[in-house]
């Protein structure tokens, strides 16, 4: 089996209810709207979904190909440090509903966890386990059009602004603005409120719950909110695509007054890192993230939400949300840096005149195309590259990117070098 080089990539699609109809198959260049929403292009070698690479052997399981020589596949290093695996997986992600609230663990505590699951003899495919697999669930993600999102707690004089200024929440803590003032800039007080208040709205009974949402949703639905960067509309949004039976109200609405709700331009990104509490709202993206299905819910889901877990998981740290505008990295890349040891994404603009070289010892390397044509080469071959099509580039192989005629927009995800990790 042919080990080094460039591999053409199928990915595959992950058809989850809040996906959109369009922007996945378009790009695919199949035919759209497609009868099924397509949410997520999946490209990688995660066992839920392993894309297929095209090798002299007719297309097999990348996870195959990693298989068959993985010191040659992932690099020796990154074969040591991950265990044999891909450590990342990419996904095109096009949102058309809103997706749940959530939140993911450290590596320790997923670790630890999971094994508390196991000894506990819980399934895997019980509703309610919460942890699937070992391993944190690090994210970065780009976008690719006005892209919206709750992202950590806000600041809390806002909270305390929102919960003043939207009448129907004041009880959900009616001495909010009160404690506040008295924490002053008391971290630890500030935090042990935040925690509180958070306690507060998942944990109080679901009849208060309504006391408090109901009158606030059907204030909304007389006269609906238009504006997709005031947390009203999504609150309004989220009791139509979420309603509970028997007219109860998802407590998850909270918190879209206690999150930073931020809108992305294209190209913008943010990093979710463990206990950040995060929900995508609409739009599409890349994203890239460790090798993980390791998520703690927090409402607008009609899955298993674990209170007390999430509120181990998430970190209660309150500020304005950080967004990524990306660094010029030259040779026409602009890099989306993060902590993360699995992955590094970054877009290449390649021009016909001017290719992209791979200069560092990263990889192995996933490349998607989602504008124009390129040709990527190295000593082991060369592959043509359609807007919409993949490829799988081995930790060994040094290539270049050409863009055919036009300049072309490629995502590339990587593996860090431990020298750019440390
Ligand atoms: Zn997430």
């Known amino acids: 089996m042919k080990t080094s080089g460039l591999f053409k990539l199928t990915g595959t699609v992950q058809h989850y209810d809040w996906g959109g109809f369009d922007f996945i198959p378009a790009l695919l260049g199949q035919p759209h709207p497609s009868p099924k929403p397509c949410a997520e ?237 995060h929900a995508y709202l609409k739009g599409t993206n890349v994203e890239l993230m460790a090798n993980s299905d390791n998520v703690l819910r927090g409402g607008l889901t009609p899955k298993n939400v674990d209170v007390p877990e999430l509120m181990r998981v998430v970190r209660f740290e309150e500020g304005k949300a950080v967004i990524i505008p990306g660094q010029d990295a030259g040779n026409g890349e602009t890099l989306f840096s993060t902590p993360a040891e699995e992955f590094e994404l970054s877009r290449l603009e390649c021009l016909p005149e001017h290719p992209y070289h791979r200069t560092h010892q990263s990889g192995p390397d996933i490349l998607i195309v989602l504008k124009g044509e390129v040709v990527a080469s190295c000593a082991h071959g060369v592959v043509r590259l359609k807007n919409g099509e993949s490829l799988f580039a081995t930790q060994d192989a040094d290539y270049t990117l050409t863009a055919q005629g036009e300049p072309a927009t490629v995502f590339k995800a990587s593996v860090p070098s431990s020298r750019r990790v440390g």
């Open 41 to 277: 292009l999946w490209l990688g070698a995660h066992a839920g979904g392993p894309s297929l690479v095209d090798s002299p052997d007719g297309a097999v399981p990348l996870t195959q190909l990693i298989n068959s020589s993985p010191d040659r596949v992932l690099g020796a290093a990154v074969a040591t440090r991950f265990q044999n695996t891909l450590p990342y997986l990419l996904k095109i992600l096009d949102a058309r509903k809103m997706l749940s609230i959530q939140a993911h663990p450290t590596i320790a505590h997923a670790q630890a966890e999971f094994a508390a699951e196991e000894a506990r003899g819980i399934a895997l495919s019980d509703p309610k386990r919460n942890y699937k697999d070992k391993n944190h669930k690090p994210e970065v993600h780009v976008a690719l059009t006005d892209f919206w999102m709750l992202h950590g707690f806000r600041p809390l004089e806002e909270i305390a602004a929102s919960l003043s200024d939207v009448v129907e929440l004041r009880a959900l803590m009616p001495d909010f603005g009160e404690r506040l003032s008295q924490a002053g800039h008391d971290a630890a007080a500030r935090t042990d409120l935040l925690r509180e208040l958070y306690a507060r709205a998942m944990t109080m009974p679901q009849a208060e719950v309504d006391s408090i949402l109901s009158p606030l949703i059907e204030r909304l639905e007389k006269q609906p909110p238009t504006n997709k960067d005031e947390p009203d509309f999504w609150a309004a949004r989220a009791a139509r695509e979420f309603p509970l039976p028997g007219g109860h109200r998802d407590r998850g609405i909270f918190s879209i007054y206690l999150l930073n709700l931020v809108r992305l331009q294209p190209g913008e990104a943010t990093y979710q890192s463990a206990g950040t509490l």
